[in-house]
Structure formats: structure tokens, C-alpha cells
């Protein structure tokens, strides 16, 4: 199991087109890297012989009833690996249209991805939604990978075909792979193993292309944002929440937004602890030299960074994906949701695109514009009360948001404020 | 912050989150690693205190070394000790040696937890699953719903992005919160080894044998190992080859492939 020192986990997902090979190339990933353990191994040796199946890897992820029987993937799932080099955690995703949403909760923990895309089939709908969908999560480090070689006699010639189809969509949505692979993951060509059957392929294989990818760097260097998530009283008043980047310090002189209230930093809180700061991801908590009013959903910042406070505004533009099977209109009141903020907005439509073809949504006059499941949206948002926020380049975790009603319906992202 | 580090301040965030939402909230505690585990990140979230009650589900049939831990330690935390029994199933008679192992979890767990929650009426569960515990498990959100009838609607939840969980809803009967999801097995006893966690006994090796995974007494079966301190465990975790719960009777993957099998025409 392990076979490193190192404290370090890359979280990436696997997503494209339904049987374009997830379930397959995870498989794969896990039984070259000798992860599986062995009675998990003999369970689906045993399930292919009495089949008559070669070894299906698609059997290790896909474990609810109807996922076996209807040999689908419905929901997304975690597993962990790990090389040599470091460790990993594999989001998997469903590929069919229908669990659209599944995937982007998957796909929304990841920090890389791979696209898979069958080298026989080409480029689908949902390996061009998927791909969407990681341009607006903001993931930069993406591998394709052109699967089922062996289906296509491992042809070069096929390859580059449709390596020139998926980049030219690509280029579309501005991702840049970091790496297009051809590889047959039933076979093992390419995913830990080099591939006998491709020697024109001078490139690195899966497995030593993941580990040339990045862990997400800590957000410690930028601006100071601690997010409110509830006030305690235990024994003394406790302003606890999350430091979602910079650090935070005892002594620092902060400002609450959005009153813009100062005081200072007069403890950092933590059990049997006593720490004189806080780094980005820490859940801390603080007490404060003045006994302000704080509430959930209030950001805390350094007043020293005048230039690097958050806007608060009760208006932004924003992007968001649309899951729900009910369509949204205009005018209809919601609840935007970002890091521990709530509050209720109204929408305005301003554009309406598919995510597969990326073709706009046309509405013909006097028609009211709907934002349905699965579209992506150019939006207006007004919220009834000021929140502080971030554009999603600079700060991502105040810069995204949810939408939603009793569930979350849409995930946006800000993209000017 | 360390491996360690993010996965703890993590779990602190989303018990905050479910206190925060929910006040009528208990937190499950078998009194296994995982769940102990779970209690101790409890109390760091609210700075040594445990504002709400720890349900202990007791069939009637776990070792005796669980009794004495639980009484012990939710003494020394002062803790809200709830435990929830089916004394009408035992009384009918209801037991692993009477009855096939699923009726007897059924009964004496699921009847039971189902009966408190109605009882004292929980709004919200914390519990200590891991994703890497079982195929199933791993499909699981942070916060997930639950109907009166305790079904999980697995082939419709809802969206869990970044950490935006799940709100209230009129209507159901209550969310289970999953705090350490994202922990494994090794990540647990690294962390149990690091904060000095008491730990039943059970999981040390005596006589070349221990207990991987924990409940009662007549389901569960001990691994072949020498690991007696929690220094071999997590040696011993880093190159083993057994699963966790293969010491677990009434685990019942084997059930559903079986029903593949047939579906397609096997026996």
C-alpha cells in the first residue's frame, strides 16, 4: 500500500462520456498501482469468468445494485491510490446525461482532471459538457485521454484525429491540456505501462503524467479572509469559522464586513491549544479586543490591505450552470449561497447557452427567458442584503456560489463585480 | 497545515455546519476508532464541550469491552450518554443465533435508532462513516437525507458543491452528516496515534489476533495480527492486504453481485 513518505494527496476527477471508459481506467489505475486488495481482485475475477468476460475493471467503482445490473455509474465516488511518488484521491463521475449533477459534486472537490474520450467514437455531447464544466470550476490541469486504442488497431492516424477535434473545442472554452495521451485502459496500454502496441507514442504515460501535476498551492499568500460561521458562549464568546486564505493573526487589526466595523485580534481559539495564528483552511476560532456584534456569513479582514478588501455589493455578474430539472425564470426569489453567506436575490437573464454545443439559447420577443437544466447562463444577480465577495480569479472561495431553494439548483462563479 | 491538519479542520467545519443548522443534532458513537474519533473532533469544535447527546445504539450483543469504554470515557468527557435499545425485539426473542443476520441488524439497529430519533426527535445524525470503508459508502455526501422510512434516495441526491451542504427540508425525517467521509482507515489511527486517543482495547492484537473493525461480539471476527500497539497498527495498516471489514458477517456486497449473477442466468 504504501510506497511513499510523502504527506502530499492530488484530488483529481475522471470524467467524460458515458462508456467512454471511467469506471474502466480506474479500475486499471488501481490494479497497476497495487491498490485493490487481493480478495477485492479475485471478487471480479470470479464475476468476468462466470460471465465469460475478460478481467472488467468497471466492476471495482460501480457499487450500488443498479449500477451493476444496468452497468451505469449514478453517482460520483471517491478512492485513493498512490505511486511512488505521492498520493491520490480519484473522484469518479458518471457519465450520462441525466447525473449531470452528480459529476460536478465530483468535480467540484477536484484540483486536475482527466477527459477520457473513445478513440473510436469520437468526441460525444457530454465529453464536450464535461469539459464546460471544468473550464467554469477554474481546473487548469486537465489530461486527455484518447481510450479504447486497441478498438481502433491503435492507429496513430485516428489518433490525431480526434486530438484535433477535442482541441479545436477546447481552445473554444480555454482549456489548454497539459497532456493528450492515447491509451487503452482495458489493456493497460499507457496507463502505468508503456504501450508495445504504440511505439510511435513518445509521450509519458497516465501515471507519470499525474505526477508531474500540482497540489493545489496554499492560498497563505494572499489577502486575509476569514469567513463567520457561528458565535459561541461556552465559557468565553468565541467568533468561530474558517480562514478561507492569507493567515491570520493575533494582534491583527481586522475589519468586519459588511458593517466595516475595526477592532483587533485579541486570541486565535483552538481546544488544548494556544496558537498565535491561523493559515488558510484552518477552522479557528477568535475573540476580539472590542465585543462586536458578529453574525454567520460575516468576513473578517485586515484592515492594513485597504486595496485588498472584498467588494461588498448587492449586485454582481456571474455565470452559473443550471442542475435542477426545474427551469428557472426570471423574477423567481432564491437564496445565493457563498462561503458562509445566505441571503435571498433576484435573477436577471441576461444570456442563455447550451452546454454541449455551446449555442446560445435564442428567445423570441415577448417570450420570457428560462434558464433550464444543464444550460449555462449569463446572469444579473441583486441580492436583498450586501455581501462581501471576491471575483473568482483572485479569490476563489468567495468568488463561487450556489443557488438554490430547499436543494442547490444552480453553481456560479462571479465574473465582475 | 499537514495531511492530518486539513482533514481534522475539515471535519471541525461541517460539525460546525450541522450545529449551526440543526440545534436538535446527536452524534452516533459505537464506540469503534471511527466514531471515537468523531466524538474527540466534537469536542474540539466546541472547545472540549459536547452540546448535544451521544446516541450509543446497544443490541444487547457487543463485548463487554465496549460497555466499560463507553461508561468510562463518556464520564470523563461528560457527555450526554443516549442509549437507544429494542428491548421489545430481545424480548420477543430477537438475536444472531435466532434469526439471519440481516433481521437482527435490522431489528436491533436500524428499530432501534429509528424508535429514539422519533423519541427524542433528532433533527440531524452525525456519524462516523468513511467513503473508504465500502463501495457504497464512498457514493455518500456530506449531508444526506433520510425519509421517515430511514431510505436513502441514492439514485437522486442532491448537489454538494465545495461545501455548500445540504439545507433543512420540511418533510423528511432527518440528514445524516458525515463529517470524517473523506478520512481512510490509515488517516484514523494516524490520527489516533497523534492526539492520543483512548481506544478499546478490541483493536490490539492478543494471542496473534485482533479486531479490525468492531460491534457485537457474534458478528465480528478478529484478522490474524501481531499490531498491539497503535505505532504496529498504523505499520501494519500501511501494507496490508485485507480489507477492512472482512471480519464483518452481515456485510452483503456479495448479495448484490449474487443478484447480477442471476439476473443474467447463474443458479
Same mark, same amino acid.
Given at each position: 500500500?504504501?510506497?511513499?513518505?510523502?504527506?502530499?494527496?492530488?484530488?483529481?476527477? *475522471?470524467?467524460?462520456?458515458? $462508456?467512454?471508459?471511467?469506471?474502466?481506467?480506474? +479500475?486499471?489505475?488501481?490494479?497497476?498501482?497495487?491498490?485493490?486488495?487481493?480478495?477485492?481482485?479475485?471478487?471480479?475475477?470470479?464475476?468476468?469468468?462466470?460471465?465469460?468476460?475478460?478481467?472488467?475493471?468497471?466492476?471495482?467503482?460501480?457499487?450500488?445494485?443498479?449500477?451493476? $445490473?444496468?452497468?451505469?455509474?449514478?453517482?460520483?465516488?471517491?478512492?485513493?491510490?498512490?505511486?511512488?511518488?505521492?498520493?491520490?484521491?480519484?473522484?469518479?463521475?458518471?457519465?450520462?446525461?441525466? @447525473?449531470?449533477?452528480?459529476?460536478?459534486?465530483?468535480?467540484?472537490?477536484?484540483?486536475?482532471?482527466?477527459?477520457?474520450?473513445?478513440?473510436?467514437?469520437?468526441?460525444?455531447?457530454?465529453? =464536450?459538457?464535461?469539459?464546460?464544466?471544468?473550464?467554469?470550476?477554474?481546473?487548469?490541469?486537465?489530461?486527455?485521454?484518447?481510450?479504447?486504442?486497441?478498438?481502433?488497431?491503435?492507429?496513430?492516424?485516428?489518433? *490525431?484525429?480526434? =486530438?484535433?477535434?477535442?482541441?479545436?473545442?477546447?481552445?473554444?472554452?480555454?482549456?489548454?491540456?497539459?497532456?493528450?495521451?492515447?491509451?487503452?485502459?482495458? =489493456?493497460?496500454?499507457?496507463?502505468?505501462?508503456?504501450?508495445?502496441?504504440?511505439?510511435?507514442?513518445?509521450?509519458?504515460?497516465?501515471?507519470?503524467?499525474?505526477?508531474?501535476?500540482?497540489?493545489?498551492?496554499?492560498?497563505?499568500?494572499?489577502?486575509?479572509? @476569514?469567513?463567520?460561521?457561528?458565535?459561541?458562549?461556552?465559557?468565553?464568546? *468565541?467568533?468561530? +469559522?474558517?480562514?478561507?486564505?492569507?493567515?491570520?493573526?493575533?494582534?491583527?487589526?481586522?475589519?468586519?464586513?459588511?458593517?466595516?466595523?475595526?477592532?483587533?485580534?485579541?486570541?486565535?481559539?483552538? @481546544?488544548?491549544?494556544?496558537?498565535?495564528?491561523?493559515?488558510?483552511?484552518?477552522?479557528?476560532?477568535?475573540?476580539?479586543?472590542?465585543?462586536?456584534?458578529?453574525?454567520?456569513?460575516?468576513?473578517?479582514?485586515?484592515?492594513?490591505?485597504?486595496?485588498?478588501?472584498?467588494?461588498?455589493?448587492?449586485?454582481?455578474?456571474?455565470?452559473?450552470?443550471?442542475? $435542477?430539472?426545474?427551469?428557472?425564470?426570471?423574477?423567481?426569489?432564491?437564496?445565493?449561497?457563498?462561503?458562509?453567506?445566505?441571503?435571498?436575490?433576484?435573477?436577471?437573464?441576461?444570456?442563455?447557452?447550451?452546454?454541449?454545443?455551446?449555442?446560445?439559447?435564442?428567445?423570441?420577443?415577448?417570450?420570457?427567458?428560462?434558464?433550464?437544466?444543464?444550460?449555462?447562463?449569463?446572469?444579473?444577480?441583486?441580492?436583498?442584503?450586501?455581501?462581501?465577495?471576491?471575483?473568482?480569479?483572485?479569490?476563489?472561495?468567495? +468568488?463561487?456560489?450556489?443557488?438554490?431553494?430547499?436543494?442547490?439548483?444552480?453553481?456560479?462563479?462571479?465574473?465582475?463585480? | 497545515?499537514?495531511?492530518?491538519?486539513?482533514?481534522?479542520?475539515?471535519?471541525?467545519?461541517?460539525?460546525?455546519?450541522?450545529?449551526?443548522?440543526?440545534?436538535?443534532?446527536?452524534?452516533?458513537?459505537?464506540?469503534?476508532?471511527?466514531?471515537?474519533?468523531?466524538?474527540?473532533?466534537?469536542?474540539?469544535?466546541?472547545?472540549?464541550?459536547?452540546?448535544?447527546?451521544?446516541?450509543?445504539?446497544?443490541?444487547?450483543?457487543?463485548?463487554?469491552?465496549?460497555?466499560?469504554?463507553?461508561?468510562?470515557?463518556?464520564?470523563?468527557?461528560?457527555?450526554?450518554?443516549?442509549?437507544?435499545?429494542?428491548?421489545?425485539?430481545?424480548?420477543?426473542?430477537?438475536?444472531?443465533?435466532?434469526?439471519?443476520?440481516?433481521?437482527?441488524?435490522?431489528?436491533?439497529?436500524?428499530?432501534?435508532?429509528?424508535?429514539?430519533?422519533?423519541?427524542?426527535?433528532?433533527?440531524?445524525?452525525?456519524?462516523?462513516?468513511?467513503?473508504?470503508?465500502?463501495?457504497?459508502?464512498?457514493?455518500?455526501?456530506?449531508?444526506?437525507?433520510?425519509?421517515?422510512?430511514?431510505?436513502?434516495?441514492?439514485?437522486?441526491?442532491?448537489?454538494?458543491?465545495?461545501?455548500?451542504?445540504?439545507?433543512?427540508?420540511?418533510?423528511?425525517?432527518?440528514?445524516?452528516?458525515?463529517?470524517?467521509?473523506?478520512?481512510?482507515?490509515?488517516?484514523?489511527?494516524?490520527?489516533?496515534?497523534?492526539?492520543?486517543?483512548?481506544?478499546?482495547?478490541?483493536?490490539?492484537?492478543?494471542?496473534?489476533?485482533?479486531?479490525?473493525?468492531?460491534?457485537?461480539?457474534?458478528?465480528?471476527?478478529?484478522?490474524?495480527?501481531?499490531?498491539?500497539?497503535?505505532?504496529?497498527?498504523?505499520?501494519?495498516?500501511?501494507?496490508?492486504?485485507?480489507?477492512?471489514?472482512?471480519?464483518?458477517?452481515?456485510?452483503?456486497?456479495?448479495?448484490?453481485?449474487?443478484?447480477?449473477?442471476?439476473?443474467?442466468?447463474?443458479?
Amino acid at each position: 500500500m504504501a510506497k511513499n513518505s510523502n504527506e502530499e494527496y492530488l484530488k483529481f476527477v *475522471i470524467v467524460g462520456h458515458v $462508456d467512454h471508459g471511467k469506471s474502466t481506467l480506474i +479500475g486499471r489505475l488501481l490494479y497497476d498501482t497495487d491498490s485493490l486488495p487481493e480478495e477485492k481482485v479475485e471478487e471480479i475475477r470470479l464475476v468476468c469468468e462466470m460471465l465469460g468476460k475478460d478481467m472488467e475493471f468497471g466492476y471495482v467503482m460501480d457499487h450500488l445494485e443498479e449500477e451493476r $445490473d444496468q452497468g451505469i455509474t449514478i453517482d460520483t465516488a471517491q478512492v485513493w491510490f498512490n505511486t511512488d511518488k505521492r498520493n491520490y484521491v480519484i473522484i469518479d463521475a458518471p457519465g450520462h446525461v441525466e @447525473f449531470v449533477k452528480n459529476m460536478i459534486t465530483g468535480a467540484s472537490q477536484a484540483e486536475a482532471a482527466i477527459l477520457i474520450v473513445d478513440a473510436d467514437e469520437g468526441v460525444k455531447e457530454q465529453t =464536450k459538457r464535461h469539459a464546460y464544466i471544468l473550464s467554469m470550476l477554474g481546473l487548469e490541469q486537465v489530461i486527455v485521454v484518447i481510450n479504447k486504442m486497441d478498438l481502433v488497431d491503435f492507429s496513430e492516424e485516428r489518433f *490525431i484525429e480526434v =486530438k484535433k477535434e477535442l482541441i479545436h473545442f477546447l481552445e473554444n472554452i480555454g482549456i489548454e491540456p497539459s497532456y493528450v495521451l492515447p491509451i487503452s485502459a482495458s =489493456k493497460g496500454d499507457n496507463v502505468a505501462k508503456r504501450s508495445e502496441e504504440m511505439n510511435w507514442y513518445k509521450g509519458m504515460t497516465v501515471l507519470q503524467a499525474l505526477d508531474t501535476f500540482e497540489v493545489t498551492p496554499s492560498a497563505n499568500e494572499s489577502p486575509m479572509r @476569514f469567513v463567520v460561521q457561528d458565535v459561541y458562549n461556552f465559557t468565553k464568546r *468565541i467568533i468561530v +469559522g474558517r480562514v478561507e486564505s492569507g493567515i491570520i493573526h493575533k494582534g491583527d487589526n481586522i475589519i468586519v464586513l459588511p458593517s466595516g466595523e475595526e477592532t483587533v485580534v485579541a486570541s486565535i481559539e483552538e @481546544f488544548l491549544a494556544e496558537p498565535t495564528e491561523a493559515e488558510t483552511g484552518r477552522a479557528t476560532g477568535i475573540t476580539t479586543r472590542d465585543k462586536l456584534f458578529f453574525d454567520r456569513g460575516n468576513v473578517v479582514c485586515m484592515q492594513s490591505a485597504p486595496d485588498q478588501l472584498p467588494v461588498v455589493t448587492d449586485t454582481i455578474k456571474a455565470r452559473i450552470f443550471w442542475m $435542477d430539472k426545474t427551469p428557472f425564470t426570471s423574477g423567481d426569489s432564491i437564496y445565493f449561497r457563498c462561503a458562509t453567506q445566505e441571503v435571498t436575490c433576484s435573477v436577471e437573464i441576461n444570456s442563455v447557452m447550451n452546454s454541449s454545443t455551446l449555442e446560445p439559447v435564442i428567445f423570441n420577443e415577448g417570450e420570457q427567458a428560462v434558464i433550464k437544466n444543464r444550460e449555462v447562463a449569463e446572469v444579473t444577480i441583486k441580492t436583498t442584503k450586501p455581501i462581501a465577495v471576491d471575483n473568482f480569479n483572485e479569490i476563489q472561495t468567495l +468568488g463561487r456560489f450556489v443557488l438554490g431553494y430547499d436543494d442547490t439548483c444552480a453553481g456560479g462563479i462571479i465574473t465582475e463585480l | 497545515m499537514d495531511h492530518l491538519d486539513k482533514l481534522e479542520s475539515q471535519s471541525i467545519y461541517i460539525i460546525r455546519e450541522a450545529y449551526k443548522q440543526f440545534k436538535d443534532v446527536a452524534v452516533l458513537w459505537s464506540i469503534g476508532k471511527d466514531s471515537t474519533t468523531l466524538l474527540h473532533l466534537v469536542r474540539k469544535a466546541f472547545y472540549g464541550n459536547v452540546p448535544f447527546p451521544a446516541l450509543h445504539i446497544d443490541t444487547g450483543y457487543k463485548f463487554k469491552e465496549i460497555y466499560d469504554f463507553r461508561d468510562q470515557w463518556s464520564n470523563n468527557w461528560g457527555i450526554d450518554l443516549v442509549v437507544a435499545c429494542n428491548q421489545a425485539a430481545l424480548d420477543a426473542g430477537m438475536g444472531p443465533d435466532n434469526s439471519d443476520k440481516l433481521a437482527c441488524c435490522t431489528a436491533l439497529k436500524t428499530q432501534g435508532l429509528k424508535d429514539c430519533i422519533a423519541e427524542k426527535k433528532f433533527k440531524a445524525l452525525l456519524l462516523g462513516i468513511r467513503r473508504d470503508e465500502h463501495g457504497i459508502r464512498a457514493k455518500e455526501r456530506v449531508f444526506s437525507p433520510r425519509n421517515r422510512d430511514f431510505q436513502w434516495n441514492y439514485k437522486d441526491q442532491p448537489p454538494e458543491l465545495w461545501d455548500q451542504f445540504k439545507n433543512k427540508q420540511a418533510g423528511e425525517e432527518h440528514i445524516r452528516v458525515h463529517p470524517i467521509l473523506h478520512w481512510t482507515e490509515l488517516d484514523i489511527w494516524r490520527y489516533v496515534q497523534r492526539e492520543n486517543l483512548p481506544i478499546v482495547d478490541l483493536y490490539f492484537a492478543k494471542d496473534g489476533k485482533r479486531y479490525r473493525s468492531i460491534g457485537c461480539e457474534t458478528c465480528c471476527n478478529p484478522v490474524d495480527s501481531d499490531a498491539d500497539t497503535v505505532d504496529e497498527i498504523v505499520e501494519e495498516l500501511r501494507t496490508t492486504e485485507v480489507t477492512e471489514r472482512s471480519g464483518r458477517a452481515q456485510d452483503k456486497e456479495r448479495a448484490y453481485m449474487m443478484q447480477k449473477l442471476r439476473a443474467l442466468g447463474y443458479m
